[in-house]
């Protein structure tokens, strides 16, 4: 991987609170005991579970995926990348030595012990299924797949960027091309999404930047939210630029092939200095699979407003035009999964609620793009489908469905059919 | 929970479904709920984790999904122009930035604009934004000269070499640029030179080839995607032209070749043993017993039906030889390959029910294992077909059961086939020699059939309890 550099920005700032163990300098000199310890355990070594204060301010446990030296320092101290294993890798990062706690240091927790632990009345193979669904987020991957995964892209390589309004810490990393190595903080164009090192370099480019919106047709628009659709063909370095900077917020998105065989649905939110993009959706142009998403983000300033059911429910509502059933393409991350449930359960249970008469799976995969499977599961973790003398019900008590209505969430914004001027790509000719 | 045994039929999507609105129907029912009796409790530990999800997300002060977090830019309002406005009609899209070429689409990285700041050290010579008009006025115009010459690359393999000239930049920059004077073209043209070579492919990254198709390094990123013809099921696709393939193929054919040898000698000895049509029988059965893997007998069906076809006239030479011998030809057939063959599961669940397993099997091998012939199901719907020979419901013994389908053996023909009656099995000491005279007889499917004995009580293992086999002599039998 080449040489990691040290972060020039000092760390983030945590705040403490009294009940804590003494930081730098704020109280007296360590005892002759602590050095000791201290000098016996470090450098820590990669692998290493200690406890890690996190921004909460409280003590979580961590485990040491990656260290390198302080180049300030200029001593022997080390930095730590560490991965909080009460958390999904996206909170990950670099952290000081003075964050982590040294007496509860264990090192090289041995693997044998904690098989005992776990192995009790299991067998091997309930044990790595365990092993393996306990990896949040990553229920579809095999183990081999998933190590060899985080293998490669175990170190942020990219920590935070600007892209437009709002400086962003990144999720995960990004195999940004290997003359960015060098740099930890990227600053995008909020428009064109080229990204450089420097600020200069974004100031200067905005004074040249001739786009004020994505690159493509503009096929929704209500209020000041608008949709445009990009096409990977047309515009490739946009649509790559979109694929690096997604990837920092996407843990299983591959960039491997190149864009021109997807469209990109890029939705912003409009004022007087332009389009900013909120989020986007992509999705190949022909899907053998009956995708109709290939990789879905909100960026993180705008999570929790609804823009992410808006593209779902946008997703199929171009389904729906191309008379088509669609699904989202697998693994969906934990964020996804928990938006696409809600997003199925509003659709069909509503539905659900004024449907009189009986009506097969068949006829609400119809009536909502939704794949079949997916109305199937949909409802079978609900326990909305029943075997009852003999045959199966669909069961619709409204107070059932009303709490699960409920759990689901609400629909966020909603897309106005109306407002949707769009021909699908295969007759765009 | 009362029926949970009770699998429902899987669900059809095109059935409709009666839509139950009050949970008041259900409650006479004693059976209750659930769809799938299986899966109902993995499903409902989901659900519930679902609930639990969704609940978190209802109340946020719970226990959110933790992200990391984000600020305001404050340089933002002053980078970003108030210039937009938005015309009524949807925007449609121009064409892209490389085809209109009026855009410089190249912006300078760290190391030009320390070039830049460093040549421009003593006097101000070269705004940083005409420098980055030349850098990318000379990619293009690289680029364009190795279109030219016909050496572009579809991806990035080798290092690309630079073919653009000093003099010819200079003619194309100088009617473009009229202000910049000759040195400080000449300067750039160097530098862009020696970067460019550095990098060993363009720098302006829309000119950058794609890495290729078969390269698997993760860090390349948008490589072409293959336009190979998708295959449509997936034992389609687990046949690839690779390695592994080829290796799985080679150990189908030593397999097969091993079978053949086996069967070769399984012929010779089974005309001789047997003269019956069955013998088919025991090639299958014995090749399945060389064969480890079911799948593997699965792929070498083609090969197989290969060499069935070599053997065929032998076959049919036998069953004229059966036609002469009074039973009906049609009893040996050769059957479509797959679902006849066995593999050893199937002979251990056809032994274990009772009454197509034998009631007595011998306590030695007696011939080599591999010739110990197994029935199948196939072979007992071929007896119930074939005439009954004379006398087979003669009793030998009259403590003998009555074992249907069996017929005595003939000495002269076993001596015909090499094969000699075992020992008397109490030769050691002749304490008990009256009850263990040899017992045998032809079994369904040609098996040689030998009464038990029990070496250490020198008494015959009791008929009534005949479904109890002794654990040697069984792996004895199948190995």
Not at chain 1, 8 to 22: H, K, Y
Not at chain 2, 331 to 359: L, M, W, Y
Request: one cysteine or more; charged letters at 30%; proline letters at 6%.
């Amino acid at each position: 991987m080449g040489s990691i550099e040290a972060p020039s920005a000092e760390n983030g700032s945590a705040s403490g609170n009294g009940a804590l163990p003494p930081e730098n300098g704020t109280t007296a000199p360590e005892t002759e005991a602590l050095k000791k310890r201290k000098a016996s355990v470090l450098p820590l070594e990669v692998n290493t579970r200690v406890m890690c204060r996190w921004r909460d301010g409280k003590y979580h446990p961590v485990k040491v995926i990656e260290r390198r030296k302080v180049p300030t320092a200029g001593s022997s101290e080390y930095e730590y990348y560490v991965h909080y294993t009460e958390f999904n890798r996206r909170l990950d990062e670099w952290v000081k030595l003075e964050q982590l706690d040294l007496d509860s240091v264990e090192t090289d927790v041995d693997e044998k012990v904690e098989d005992k632990v776990t192995s009790l009345k299991m067998t091997r193979h309930q044990k790595r299924k365990i092993d393996e669904t306990h990896v949040e987020g990553h229920e579809e991957l095999d183990a081999a797949s998933l190590r060899e995964h985080e293998e490669f892209t175990k170190v942020k390589n990219i920590s935070t960027i600007e892209l437009g309004r709002y400086e962003i810490e990144t999720w995960y990393f990004s195999p940004f091309p290997a003359e960015y190595n060098d740099c930890l903080k990227l600053y995008f164009c909020e428009f064109c999404l080229n990204f450089m090192k420097r600020k200069e370099q974004l100031q200067r480019h905005m004074r040249k930047c001739d786009l004020k919106h994505p690159p493509g047709d503009e096929i929704y628009r209500s209020g000041t939210l608008s949709m445009f659709e990009v096409d990977g063909k047309k515009n490739k370095v946009y649509g790559q630029n979109l694929c690096y900077l997604a990837k920092l917020f996407l843990d299983h998105k591959t960039l491997y092939y190149d864009v021109d065989l997807f469209l990109f649905y890029v939705l912003c939110e409009c004022d007087d200095r332009g389009c900013h993009m909120v989020g986007y959706f992509s999705k190949e142009k022909h899907s053998e699979e009956s995708y109709n998403l290939a990789c879905i983000l909100t960026l993180p300033p705008y999570q929790r407003k609804g823009y992410g059911k808006f593209l779902i429910a946008f997703s199929y509502e171009l389904s729906k035009k191309e008379g088509k059933v669609g699904t989202p393409e697998r693994p969906l991350s934990d964020l996804g999964l928990l938006s696409y449930r809600g997003y199925w359960t509003r659709v069909l249970l509503d539905i659900l609620k004024k449907h009189k008469g009986n009506i097969s799976i068949k006829e609400l995969s119809d009536m909502t793009a939704i794949k079949a499977e997916d109305i199937l599961t949909t409802l079978q973790t609900l326990e909305l489908i029943q075997y009852r003398k003999g045959q199966h019900v669909i069961c619709a008590d409204p107070k059932v469905l009303d709490r699960h209505l409920k759990q689901a969430g609400r629909g966020g914004l909603e897309v106005d059919v109306s407002k949707l001027i769009w021909t699908p790509y295969k007759e765009q000719g | 929970m009362s029926r949970l045994s009770i699998r429902p039929r899987p669900l059809d999507i095109h059935k409709k479904l009666p839509i139950v609105k009050s949970v008041k129907d259900f409650e006479d029912d004693d059976a209750p709920t659930s769809s799938s009796t299986r899966n109902s409790q993995f499903l409902r530990h989901a659900a519930i984790a679902d609930d639990n999800e969704s609940h978190h997300n209802l109340q946020p002060s719970s226990k959110p999904i933790p992200t990391p977090q984000f600020v305001v830019v404050d340089t933002y309002e002053r980078d970003y122009s108030r210039t937009f406005s938005q015309p009524t009609s949807y925007l449609r899209a121009r064409g892209a930035r490389a085809e209109l070429g009026e855009f410089i689409e190249y912006d300078l990285d760290n190391e030009d604009e320390d070039w830049l700041e460093e040549f421009n050290r003593d006097r101000k010579i070269l705004a940083p934004d005409r420098f980055e008009g030349l850098l990318f006025k000379l990619e293009v115009l690289d680029h364009k000269a190795r279109e030219r010459a016909g050496v572009i690359t579809p991806t990035l393999g080798l290092p690309i070499p630079v073919l653009l000239q000093l003099d010819f930049a200079m003619e194309a920059l100088q009617a473009q640029a009229q202000n910049i004077r000759y040195a400080v073209i000449q300067s750039a043209y160097n530098y862009w030179k020696e970067k460019r070579e550095r990098w060993q492919k363009p720098i302006l990254r829309r000119l950058q080839p794609p890495p290729p198709v078969n390269d698997t390094n993760p860090y390349n990123v948008f490589r072409p995607r293959e336009k190979a013809h998708r295959l449509h099921t997936r034992r389609m696709q687990r046949r690839e032209n690779n390695v592994q393939s080829f290796e799985k193929l080679r150990q189908v054919r030593r397999n097969l070749d091993q079978a053949k040898t086996l069967l070769e000698a399984l012929i010779k000895m089974g005309m001789e043993l047997m003269g019956h049509g069955r013998v088919e029988m025991k090639f299958r059965n014995s090749l399945v017993q060389r064969e480890e893997k079911k799948r593997e007998v699965m792929e070498a069906e083609v090969s197989l039906q290969r060499i069935q076809m070599k053997y065929k006239h032998e076959t049919e030479l036998m069953e004229d030889g059966l036609a002469l011998s009074g039973f009906p030809p049609s009893t040996c057939k050769f059957g479509s390959s797959e679902e006849e063959f066995v593999d050893s599961d199937d002979i251990a669940i056809a032994n274990s029910r009772p009454g197509t397993r034998p009631s007595a099997i011998p306590n030695q091998p007696l011939v080599e294992p591999n010739l110990v012939l197994v029935p199948t199901g196939h072979v007992k719907q071929e007896f119930r077909r074939r005439q009954v020979p004379q006398g087979w419901l003669h009793k030998m013994d009259p403590l003998e059961p009555v074992l249907l389908f069996t017929r005595p053996l003939v000495p002269e023909k076993l001596a015909a086939a090499g094969i000699s009656l075992p020992p008397e099995p109490s030769t050691k000491d002749e304490v008990s020699p009256q009850p263990c005279k040899f017992r045998g007889r032809i079994g369904r499917g040609g098996r040689l059939i030998f009464d038990r004995w029990n070496p250490l009580m020198h008494t015959p293992i009791d008929y009534g309890n005949s479904f109890y086999i002794p654990p040697k002599a069984r792996a004895a039998t199948y190995n």
